[in-house]
């Protein structure tokens, strides 16, 4: 025990398994981790910081982020929706959403959120170039 303290060592140190600090703690090391090319571990990190804080957009989209960047495309799509359930005028989360669904092979869900993206953003490259490609496959399959 540390002179001055009440509190036995087992309070001040975290719980096995749960990591040091709060909420934003977490979600700095996560973007950190992210930022540094460990999406998996941002992931994990951010997971358990969007568990404690579950309406925060900035903790949800980095989340999505990372899980999109560790390929975990079905868990991202979940992510990204919730915040464009959220707050319908998120461009950026139509976008991620899109790809996520994209990626998982379902071109038909992922078109109607990257056109939603490009009808706000018109002007973003990867939105248009995105979109274009999905319709492309769309297409594609048609014609087979």
């Known amino acids: 025990m540390v002179e001055g303290r009440n509190t ?3 309070a001040r140190e975290p719980a096995q398994g749960v990591p040091g600090g709060g909420v934003y703690e977490w979600f700095q ?6 930022r540094e090319g ?3 571990a941002a992931a994990a990190l951010l997971e358990r910081a969007a568990e404690a804080e579950p309406g925060s957009r900035s903790v949800r989209e980095g989340l999505a982020r990372a899980q999109f960047n560790s390929r ?10 919730s915040i ?13 959403l899109g790809l996520a669904l994209w990626r998982t092979g379902d071109m038909e869900a992922a078109h109607e959120p990257l056109t939603i993206a490009v009808a706000m953003r018109p002007d973003h490259k990867d939105y248009v170039t995105a ?3 999905v319709r492309a496959t769309l297409r594609a399959r048609e014609a087979m």
């Open 8 to 10: 036995p060592d087992e």
């Open 29 to 34: 090391r996560g973007m950190k981790l992210l």
């Open 38 to 40: 460990s999406p998996a």
């Open 72 to 81: 975990q495309y079905e868990k991202a799509a979940d992510s990204f929706r």
């Open 84 to 96: 464009v359930d959220a707050n319908p005028t998120e461009d950026y989360a139509y976008f991620g």
């Open 131 to 133: 979109l274009k490609n």
